[in-house]
């Protein structure tokens, strides 16, 4: 399952940004997946972001509830993440990732997902 995002860019604090990552999941079979978007930053471990389980719930990590939401769309999947209100701790690659192994259950960990894109930066300036 390949992915790629696309999205990314230069922004001011306090602006918006919305990450798009086309997979080729359809949707008559996303229930097998969950998806997320997960970020680094320089000298930082990958963390989730923000990511859709199976069956539809959403799961964010702290420092972006009430800002980032994560969704999909399309019949052949595109996942979503409308980010508001960045920060310059925002600034970080992000990647689109998919995942598919039975009983994973940790959403926000990057070890569960096994198809990745090149990422997209994302610069969030003071």
């Known amino acids: 399952v390949q992915v790629a995002e696309s999205g990314g860019g230069s922004v001011q604090a306090g602006g918006s940004l919305r990450l798009s990552c086309s997979t080729p999941?359809?949707?008559?079979?996303?229930?097998?997946?969950?998806m997320g978007w997960f970020r680094q930053a320089p000298g930082k471990e990958r963390e989730g972001v923000a990511a859709?389980?199976?069956?539809?719930?959403?799961t964010y990590a702290d420092p972006v509830k009430g800002r980032f939401t994560i969704s999909k769309e399309n019949a052949k999947v595109t996942l979503l993440l409308q980010m508001n209100s960045l920060k310059p701790e925002d600034t970080a690659m992000y990647y689109c990732?998919?995942?598919?192994?039975?009983?994973?259950?940790?959403?926000?960990?990057?070890?569960?997902?096994?198809?990745w894109g090149q990422g997209t930066q994302v610069t969030v300036s003071s």
């Open positions: 859709i389980g199976r069956d539809g719930s959403t």
């Open positions: 999941v359809y949707s008559y079979s996303s229930s097998s997946y969950y």
């Open positions: 990732a998919t995942g598919r192994t039975y009983g994973w259950r940790e959403l926000l960990h990057p070890d569960g997902y096994n198809s």
